[in-house]
Every structure is written in structure tokens, then in C-alpha cells.
């Protein structure tokens, strides 16, 4: 099973292994400064080791300025981190993109994630222009005959060595048309994608829905799901992607607890209130993982905790997570 799903292709990298051997996988997010402090990597790589079994380095994530995704990773990796790079389409074209992974393939990198990117109009040089010379389906494609042909998307071979990695890529099951999702996914699959991270689940039952739809089709036999979670950290981050965030469900259910989590406490007590939602964000996060890890198909769960990487340990730890399995 395993073996279908990378094509019996070895990445030789940690979560490849975590998976092939049927390990429940954990990764987690990890965003680089609007600097050149090093020191920022440093210290949330050091939060999250041995806690995760890799993590995401998000590329100029929202479309903003931010530390190179590629250069992030070596300086986690020297703090003992396990990196899945993150390259969007939205910032080069076909040229730059394998140039770069070629170079992150030699620094030691091992698994990539696939995207389109967030659209330029979204972060803090609106008037930027986009390339997106490819697609993300194309840029999996690309990436796979890199690593499983060994030429360049021209057709030229690769003379030497070739980039080594294990392909990610991500999936909304949420997004309309929601009976679409699992074609969307089929199509990546289809490209040669070896694993996937989900958008935040906050609505189970749709999740439950769009994962039975994988199933059916047979797509959890050919990639490795990790579904997304996403901790709350407060009643009006959880209003707000009800009601403002397109493509994102989040049940009512979630929001009315975090409501009543600061039932009693007043207004003006702001550090208390910060604390009770976020002990009930994280007691949300727990038992979605509880509850995701008995859906036939999920291989794991991604935490997107974004500069609230001290979250992260208490969730694994809750749901029962740790220690982390050698392999």
C-alpha cells in the first residue's frame, strides 16, 4: 500500500519514513520573519523539535515579505528540524523554480510542498507582478520527472545528480463546488503527488463527507492525507472565519464554546480572556485529532499554529501524540 502511494520511490526523508511505516503523522507550520533575524527561525524550530515529525517553512505566506523559504530551512535543520519547503508559483517562473530546487535539494532538503501561492493583491506589494508561469499541478508534475526522470521541464536531462524529495501539495475540501473536492484531489494524484495537507478542518462532519468521497474513489490508497488543524485563539478569529473567510466552514458548535469559554470573566481582564480562549482553542484541537484519527483514509494531521508555535506541544502531548516514533 505504502509502495503505491511514492511509486515505490524512497525520498529518504523522516515523514516519508513515518508514513511508509503506517506512523499516525504529525507536522506543524513554521513562518519565517519579516527580517533577516535568524534567531527567530532558531527559536521556533527549538519549540517544535521532537515534537512533529517535519514542518512546513512557509514562502512569503499571505503574499508578504518574508525570509527565504529555502534559506529558513537550513537554519532549522541546524536546530534538528526535519523542513518541508514550501514554493509557490506565484513569484517565479519555471527557471527560478528548478534553479531553487536544485540548490534545496543539495542543502539537505527533503520534502517540498507544492502551491500556487496567495494572490499578490493579498499582502504588502499589492502592485507586484505575479508570474505563475505554472500551475500547482503542473509544478508537481515537473517536480516528479525532476526527481523520477531526471530532466528539466524542457526535456533536457539532468546531468549528475538529481533533486531528492518527497512531493507535497494542498487540498480545500471545503471550497464549492464542494462534489468537485475529491476530482481536484484525483488530478494531483494524478500529477504524482505523494502526500497532501488539508485546509483547517473546523466542520467535521463535512470533512467525514468529502474524506468518505476519497475512499469511494480509492485516492487514500494512492497519497497520504494530513488533515489540517487549525487552533482557535479566540471567539472573534472564530466568528470571523465563519462568516468573512471564503472556502472555510466552521461549525457553530466551535464558536459558541469558544464564546462561553470567557463566560464570567470581564471585558477588561483582556490577559484572562486570552488565556481561556486560548486553553479552549487548544482543547478544540485535541479532540479533532481524536476524532480525525478514526477516519478511514487520514494518514495524520498538519497544525497550523502560525506564530503560536508554543501551541503545539500541548496539542500533540493531549491528543496522545508523543512521544514521536523513531524510525
Known amino acids: 500500500m505504502a509502495e503505491e502511494r511514492t511509486n515505490g520511490y524512497k525520498s529518504g526523508s523522516n515523514l516519508e519514513k513515518i508514513l511508509r511505516a503506517g506512523h499516525f503523522a504529525v507536522t506543524a507550520e513554521l513562518g519565517p520573519p519579516q527580517s533577516a533575524d535568524p534567531e527567530v527561525i532558531r527559536h521556533k524550530a527549538r519549540l517544535l523539535r521532537g515534537v512533529v515529525d517535519a514542518v512546513n517553512i512557509t514562502d512569503n505566506q499571505t503574499a508578504i515579505v518574508r525570509m527565504s523559504s529555502i534559506a529558513s530551512a537550513v537554519l532549522a535543520m541546524q536546530e534538528g528540524i526535519e523542513p518541508i519547503v514550501q514554493m509557490t508559483c506565484r513569484d517565479r517562473n519555471r527557471l527560478a523554480i528548478q534553479a531553487d530546487l536544485l540548490g534545496a535539494s543539495a542543502l539537505g532538503v527533503r ?110 490508497e494512492k497519497v497520504y492525507i494530513l488533515a489540517g488543524i487549525g487552533p482557535l485563539k479566540s471567539a472573534g478569529a472564530a466568528r470571523y472565519m465563519r462568516d468573512k473567510v471564503p472556502g472555510m466552514l466552521v461549525a457553530d458548535e466551535y464558536v459558541e464554546r469558544m464564546q462561553a469559554a470567557v463566560k464570567g470573566i470581564p471585558k477588561e481582564d483582556k490577559k484572562a480572556r486570552r488565556e481561556a480562549w486560548r486553553q479552549e482553542g487548544i482543547r478544540i484541537a485535541i479532540e479533532q485529532i481524536q476524532e480525525i484519527k478514526e477516519i478511514e483514509g487520514v494518514a495524520g494531521v498538519h497544525i497550523m499554529a502560525i506564530e503560536w508555535e508554543e501551541a503545539v506541544k500541548p496539542i500533540v502531548e493531549g491528543a496522545g501524540l508523543l512521544p514521536r516514533p523513531e524510525v
Open 111 to 220: 520534502n517540498l510542498l507544492c502551491l500556487t501561492g496567495d494572490h499578490q493583491s493579498f499582502g504588502n506589494h499589492p502592485t507586484a507582478k505575479n508570474v505563475h508561469d505554472l500551475d500547482s499541478i503542473q509544478l508537481i508534475r515537473m517536480v516528479k520527472e525532476m526527481r523520477d526522470e531526471g530532466r528539466f521541464q524542457c526535456g533536457d536531462e539532468i546531468k549528475g545528480v538529481v533533486p531528492r524529495f518527497l512531493i507535497g501539495a494542498a487540498i480545500n475540501p471545503f471550497a464549492d463546488p464542494f462534489e468537485f473536492r475529491p476530482y481536484r484531489l484525483a488530478k494531483k494524484v494524478a500529477a504524482g503527488v505523494d502526500f497532501i495537507q488539508t485546509q483547517i478542518v473546523l466542520d467535521m462532519d463535512r470533512f467525514r463527507e468529502f474524506m468518505k468521497r476519497v475512499v469511494d474513489m480509492g485516492l487514500h
